[in-house]
């Protein structure tokens, strides 16, 4: 797959991002184009082109997402956060 290029606009179903390989949830991420083909990827992932967002797994089986750089001030204004 090659490389992603500019945001285009929110992506409408759940997905996997194409940066970092998190859940992307609806609505949460924005599509990408991608050659012919569209890709979602987490709006801080899409804006840095690298891997801006961690899962953490708990033993309960439950899974967040989180950026890197911490909570958004005005989170989950982004909509990677979930914990």
């Known amino acids: 797959m090659s490389s992603p290029t500019r945001p ?3 992506n409408r179903y759940p997905g996997t ?3 970092c390989s998190g859940s992307v ?8 184009r991608s050659g012919p083909a ?3 990827a987490h709006l801080a992932c899409a804006e840095s082109g ?3 967002v961690y899962t953490v797994r708990t033993s309960s ?8 750089r911490g909570r958004c ?3 989950p204004c982004c909509g990677c956060c979930t914990f």
């Open 50 to 52: 690298q891997p801006q």
């Open 25 to 32: 949830a609806r609505n949460a991420g924005t599509l990408l």
């Open 61 to 68: 089986g439950w899974t967040g997402t989180r950026n890197t």
């Open 38 to 40: 569209w890709a979602v």
């Open 8 to 10: 285009t606009r929110p």
């Open 17 to 19: 991002c194409t940066v």
């Open 73 to 75: 001030e005005d989170a």
